[in-house]
Structures are given as C-alpha cells and as structure tokens.
C-alpha cells in the first residue's frame, strides 16, 4: 500500500531560513503534476511578497490573514480575527476536497501565541480525507502537531547574511 493513500503530515520548523520556501518547493512540484496547492499563511501580512505572487502560478493559491509582525504587549484582538479567518479558510479545504495539498504557514506561532488552540488544529487535521495532504511550518512547532508528522525537519541557521548586518535580499529572503 502506498502511505500517500492515506495523506502525508509534513513539518518544517526549527530556527534556520526555508520552512516557508521548502513548502513552496511542494507546491511547486505538486502544480507540476497537475495537483492543487492552498497555502494559508497565518502570521504574514498582506503586503506583496515573493511567496503571494507564486499564487499567480497555474494550481497554486496563496492566502495571507495576518496583521504582519506581532509583538509582545501589543493587542491581540486584530491578529486573533485573521488568524480565526484564515482558520476558517483552511479548516474548509480540509474537509472540502477542493485541493490536493494544504500548506499552514506559521501555524506553529498562531497556536504558540494562543491565536488558536493546538487541539483545534489537531482535530481537523485528524478529520481530512484519504490522500489529502498537510504542510505545517513556522519556528517551534508544538509537540501536539509534531507528534502526527510523517515527516519533520528542522532548519538551523549555520550562517546568514543577517549576521553580517546585511539586509535581506529580495527574491531570496522574501
């Protein structure tokens, strides 16, 4: 039996640069055979980016619900109502059947930051149909998700040009 029957879990977290690029990668191979990628991303505002405009690509759809960077001490309320949004979004694609592979991008700080609860995510990833296919990312991912991974990786930063004060680099860092 093939394991990709039943829907694979992937995870890329750690503190390293490419968890949000290596789940671009999956899309794009996936548009490529002709599979639908959703990427809800929880945590990014709605500025252009270089990953929204891969939503223009043929199968590939790009949603942003975030307030962009969210700090310690600031209201919570704006980015609770996007993250709830965008979970509204994705919980929908779960269990609708309108596309092969979900990316939740940043799921890992929506549910560390309390802007949705981890059993809530677990629940409907749990609820998905046979084939369907999740991607999870973001810096410390929580163990309630990395536990139903089929596959995980972490990224380590060993060196960054951020490190040398430079700025980051268009088409490469966003």
């Known amino acids: 039996m ?7 879990i992937i995870v890329f977290t750690g503190s390293g640069k490419g968890k949000t690029t290596a789940a671009l990668g999956i899309a794009l191979r996936a548009s490529g055979h002709g599979r639908k990628t959703v990427i809800v991303q929880f945590m990014k505002g709605k500025e252009t980016s270089g990953e929204q405009l891969v939503g223009n690509l043929p199968l ?10 969210f700090r310690s001490g600031d209201d919570p309320e704006p980015q609770k109502k996007a993250a709830a949004e965008g979970w509204k ?27 949705l609860p981890g059993e809530t995510v677990l629940a409907a990833i ?11 990312t973001g810096r410390d ?14 990224m380590k930063e060993i060196r960054h040009i951020y490190q040398q004060g430079r700025p980051a680099a268009m088409g490469i860092d966003y």
């Open 2 to 8: 093939d394991i990709t029957q039943d829907g694979l």
């Open 60 to 69: 590939i759809e790009v949603h942003a619900f975030g307030t962009g960077f």
């Open 89 to 115: 979004m994705a919980e929908d694609f779960i269990l609708s059947g309108d596309a092969d592979i979900l990316v939740l991008d940043e799921i890992s700080h929506a549910v560390n930051l309390g802007l």
């Open 126 to 136: 749990r609820r998905r149909r046979p084939g369907f296919h999740i991607v999870l």
């Open 141 to 154: 991912m929580p163990d309630i998700l990395m536990k139903i991974a089929d596959i995980a990786t972490e």
